[in-house]
Structures are given as structure tokens and as C-alpha cells.
């Protein structure tokens, strides 16, 4: 059974930086896509940014510039680095692994992991 494990999140003042790991069971980052989701009180849950078998990138708008998405394969293991957060940064974040879609959605989860709260004080 396939397992994804995030660590990493937490509470920091805006302008600071996180950085959140995904460690997957198996190979299933290995042959997959791997993304982050996040999902604030109230709102959709949104796919924050993504990254292919070969590191291509994808990231929502709202955080281009700020976040980096990586991988090491090696180590199954996908983070997200996190810079100048804001309030509205705020969120449960999870990490999901699932493969690369075509009609806007960039990626179609099929693992979830079980979410870390990152919370940006203003």
C-alpha cells in the first residue's frame, strides 16, 4: 500500500520561509508525478504546484516566484520550498502523487498524504 508522509509545516510570520517534504512508499515518485495541494478553511482545495518524472514545474499563480517545487527521486521524496509567505498562504498542505493530465488540471491524484497545517501569522 502506497504511503506518502509530509513533514515540514508549521507556524512562521510572513516574509518567512517553510520548507515541506513528501517521503513515498515504494517507487510510485519514481514513475509519477508528484504535487502539492493546499486547502484553506473554506475554499477548494488547489493544486499549489506540480513536477513531472523529469522536473517539469507547474505552479499556480498566486505563488510563482516564491515556491519551489523539487524532487529526489533517489529518495522518493518530493519538497516544497516556501519564501516569502503571506497570510493568505495559510492552509492545510498535501502532498499527492497521480499521473499528468492534459485538460487543465496538470495532475490527477491518486495518493493523498494526510495533510500538514502551515500557518502564516501577519
Known amino acids: 500500500q502506497v504511503q506518502l508522509v509530509e513533514s515540514g509545516g508549521g507556524l512562521v510570520q510572513a516574509g518567512g520561509s517553510l520548507r515541506l517534504s513528501c517521503a513515498a512508499s515504494g517507487s510510485i515518485l519514481r514513475v509519477n508525478p508528484g504535487g502539492w495541494f493546499r486547502q484553506a478553511p473554506g475554499k477548494q482545495r488547489e493544486l499549489v504546484a506540480a513536477?513531472?518524472?523529469?522536473?517539469?514545474?507547474h505552479y499556480t499563480d498566486s505563488v510563482k516566484g516564491r515556491f519551489t517545487i523539487s524532487r529526489d527521486n533517489a529518495k522518493n521524496t518530493v519538497y516544497l520550498q516556501m519564501n516569502s509567505l503571506k497570510p493568505e498562504d495559510t492552509a492545510v498542505y498535501y502532498c499527492?502523487?497521480?499521473?499528468?493530465?492534459?485538460?487543465?488540471?496538470?495532475?490527477?491524484?491518486?495518493?493523498w498524504g494526510q495533510g500538514t497545517q502551515v500557518t502564516v501569522s501577519s
Open positions: 499527492a502523487v497521480g499521473p499528468r493530465t492534459y485538460d487543465g488540471t496538470w495532475l490527477r491524484p491518486d495518493y
Open positions: 513536477i513531472t518524472v523529469v522536473s517539469n514545474t
